[in-house]
């Protein structure tokens, strides 16, 4: 058996381990395919130590295929799954990727990217439910996923050896880099590493319980905060698409115990009609979290008020995990504080010289896992240098502060990110697809207050000579963006100025553009 998966076969084989909107599949059931796609897909040339990527919205079969590679020693790419062709390209040569998986619906754009001259280095194309007429099929290297596994012993594979995800994040020199963590795989770990960090997942959910996963599983915190349930012995309950009203009916037909949201799912929930919260129950929910962007302040105290104190927030980021918790109870009397530092976590505040600040004052946040455990960003020493204050000490960016409590305050960030919807995007990759458009001279991209998504991606473009700064221009900008880069990281609005400033070595002075946009709220993030 699959080590990750032979406790549960053995104590409740018969019991559901996954459901997603089509199907449901058993311990055991699991435990059979997980064995079968570690054996199929090294019968077809994957060795331990490389890379997949996953094009795939959740269903059960995803989380077949990151077990697969827990004990196959294979790292995983989760990809989002709204990227273009350019940018899936990238990514499989950024990654070395020598396999790539992707679900039926997603098939154009991945079709596409493995046209690109940069897909070369993929050898393996596997389609999950992809239909005869579906294009990547017309791929040579195409193989369908039930075909693998039918086709596969299913027996236990031999020399099960860990591998994990390697999440992408975008940066502030442009293209997205891999976050490389001992998850990552190509090390000489046993699976059973996975136990160990399920185990401490314990102290933040009811494990074993049920998880409503409602968000991209291609999504680090989502990925976690359902994944390393499932190992602890979870049932997880997915839904591919967000919708709230429809989330509220899982959670109580599933009896669902835990759940992870990001602000704008909680102002959606809301939202909703009188008459469908009142249908909504609950009472097997003891446990939601939510993190990934700021919370506004009436949106977590309503759902504080229709759910009681079962809320709880995390600060963290892929790099890191997480951060600091607090508790609804936390939250109600330090609101605003993203709480205190976990016991293994150590902050430190800095100055803009680097050097320690007094507690109470503001200055770049650092952490430190006293684990021992850090990241580095694949392909790109010098982004893992500058991102640490030395080996192991590490910045998300942000400044903020430690009050005499010893709660953790967010202030401000440094870095130049946005975060929409608890998407982070970075504004260097729109400026450089933008900047090459005719009719831009110049561009700035920045975030701005949005109700919705908390904020959303402004252009602000200074247009060539003899450019009409006109809504038709405003619109082809946008469209130019869509065809280059996923959606969400497209302008939703243009503004055109006289000027872009900059300083002498030509860094855009973002924090007068920002400014006008942030001027009568709280918060500057």
Excluded at 7 to 30: C, K, N, Q
Excluded at 81 to 95: G, K, M, R, S
Excluded at 141 to 151: G, H, P
Aim: aromatic letters at 8%.
């Amino acid at each position: 058996m699959a080590i990750l998966t032979q406790t549960h076969v053995a104590d409740r084989g018969s019991e559901i381990a996954l459901v997603d909107e089509t199907h449901s599949v058993t311990w055991a059931e699991l435990d059979e395919r997980v064995n079968r796609l570690v054996n199929g897909l090294r019968s077809h040339g994957l060795i331990t130590g490389d890379t997949i990527a996953v094009v795939a919205g959740n269903q059960c079969e995803w989380f077949e295929i990151a077990m697969a590679c827990a004990h196959g020693g294979w790292t995983y790419v989760p990809v989002n799954w709204h990227w273009v062709a350019d940018e899936l390209a990238y990514v499989y040569a950024d990654a070395d990727t020598k396999a790539v998986i992707v679900d039926q619906r997603f098939d154009a754009a991945v079709s596409a990217s493995l046209k690109d001259d940069r897909a070369n280095v993929v050898s393996v194309v596997v389609g999950i439910g992809t239909t005869d007429d579906a294009a990547v099929r017309r791929d040579s290297r195409f193989i369908d996923f039930e075909t693998v596994l039918a086709s596969a012993s299913a027996d236990d594979p031999t020399d099960q050896m860990l591998g994990g995800p390697m999440f992408y994040t975008s940066g502030t020199t442009g293209r997205p880099k891999g976050v490389r963590g001992a998850l990552s795989g190509g090390m000489a770990m046993t699976p059973d590493i996975m136990k160990f960090i399920a185990a401490g997942f314990s102290n933040f959910l009811p494990i074993p319980g049920r998880t409503m996963l409602c968000g991209p599983f291609y999504h680090s915190a989502q990925w976690a905060f359902s994944f390393f349930p499932m190992i602890g012995g979870s049932t997880t309950v997915m839904q591919h698409k967000y919708d709230s009203a429809a989330m509220l009916q899982m959670i109580d037909r599933y009896s669902c115990t835990n759940v992870h949201l990001v602000p704008t799912q909680m102002k959606r929930l809301l939202d909703l009609p009188a008459e469908v919260k009142n249908e909504f129950s609950g009472a097997s929910l003891t446990t939601v979290w939510h993190g990934a962007a700021p919370c506004p302040p009436a949106v977590k105290r309503g759902l504080i008020d229709w759910w009681g104190p079962k809320i709880t927030e995390y600060y963290g980021s892929t790099e890191g995990s997480i951060i600091s918790t607090v508790s609804s109870t936390e939250w109600l009397a330090k609101g605003g504080s993203v709480g205190k530092p976990l016991d293994s976590v150590e902050v430190i505040v800095v100055n803009d010289e680097s050097q320690p600040v007094a507690q109470g004052q503001e200055g770049t946040l650092y952490f430190k896992n006293k684990m021992g455990t850090d990241f580095s960003y694949h392909n790109d020493e010098a982004k893992t240098r500058d991102s640490h204050l030395e080996p192991g000490v590490f910045t998300t960016g942000d400044v903020g502060y430690i009050d005499s409590d010893g709660y953790l305050w967010l202030s401000d960030r440094k870095i130049d990110m946005i975060i929409s919807g608890g998407v982070n995007i970075y504004p260097a990759e729109i400026e450089g697809v933008i900047s090459a458009h005719p009719a831009v001279e110049d561009v700035a991209v920045i975030g701005v207050p949005d109700e919705d998504f908390g904020e959303s991606v402004k252009a602000l473009v200074q247009v060539a000579e003899g450019i009409s700064a006109s809504p038709e221009t405003a619109q082809a900008i946008i469209a130019h963006c869509r065809e280059f880069l996923a959606g969400y990281k497209a302008p939703r609005s243009v503004d055109f100025v006289q000027h872009i400033p900059r300083t002498g070595t030509g860094k855009i002075q973002k924090q007068p553009l920002r400014a006008p946009y942030w001027e009568g709220h709280q918060r500057r993030i």
